[in-house]
């Protein structure tokens, strides 16, 4: 069975700072997608940014960037310049490529400090 | 020109109702699902249609009922409703059918609360 694992509850870094938020993940299969989510205080679920497993090259949004480790199983997200309003939940999510079930992780909270 | 909704927002109810969620994609997806989020956050599937077939059921209770009229609308009903039901509901949609598109659009969430 597939798990994914974020081992941050939460954290709180000032403004314009750079984090990172860490996930690891475990599976037996080779092709698989993994996410992440923001969930802010509106409850919406927002897509942040997506990495599919076959590509090697680390996925990039704007300021959000991930770190994709396949061998290692980690997939950490980095927030360059942090802004309040990336003030949310985060979640790392894994799905397979035959199944479509999504699995998140726990989530980290995070905080931007003024 | 929400692409995921959901209805309603807020539902407080008391235990033992029947109460319906309704889901609605505009996004033109095949494949549409239900999640639960408990108090502490944690998000986990429930039910998956893909062309209104189930596909996924995860050990849910009888008491929760999809129905999928269409592609477009996933709809939750909840009989005899427990204390232990309260979470936020998110519906989400995705396409199958389209290679590499399989990223997961989740609507603004239900908050049910029971009494």
């Known amino acids: 069975a597939q798990t994914v694992t974020q081992s941050q509850p939460e954290m709180s870094v000032q403004e314009a700072e750079t984090v990172t938020l860490s996930c690891t993940y475990d599976t037996s299969e080779n092709n698989y997608y993994l996410f992440w989510y923001k969930q802010p205080p509106s409850r919406q679920m927002i897509l942040v940014i997506r990495q599919e497993a076959y590509k090697q090259q680390n996925a990039t949004e704007n300021r959000f960037s991930v770190n994709f480790q396949k061998a290692a199983k980690s997939f950490s997200l980095k927030i360059s310049d942090s802004q309040l309003g990336d003030t949310a939940m985060y979640f790392c999510a894994f799905t397979l490529n035959r199944d479509d079930k999504i699995i998140f992780g726990k989530g980290t909270r995070l905080h931007i400090l003024p | 020109d929400t692409a995921v909704s959901q209805t309603p927002k807020y539902l407080v109810t008391q235990m033992g109702n029947d109460k319906s969620i309704k889901c609605e994609q505009n996004l033109g997806h095949d494949t549409m699902y239900w999640y639960k989020q408990d108090s502490k956050k944690f998000l986990k599937i429930m039910f998956s249609?893909?062309?209104?077939?189930?596909?996924i059921n995860e050990t849910v209770p009888n008491r929760f009922s999809p129905k999928s009229p269409d592609k477009a609308h996933l709809n939750l009903h909840i009989n005899s409703l427990e204390l232990g039901d309260s979470a936020v509901y998110f519906c989400a949609s995705s396409s199958r059918a389209r290679q590499g598109e399989d990223t997961q659009y989740f609507g603004p969430g239900t908050r049910l609360t029971v009494l």
């Open positions: 249609y893909n062309n209104k077939e189930l596909i």
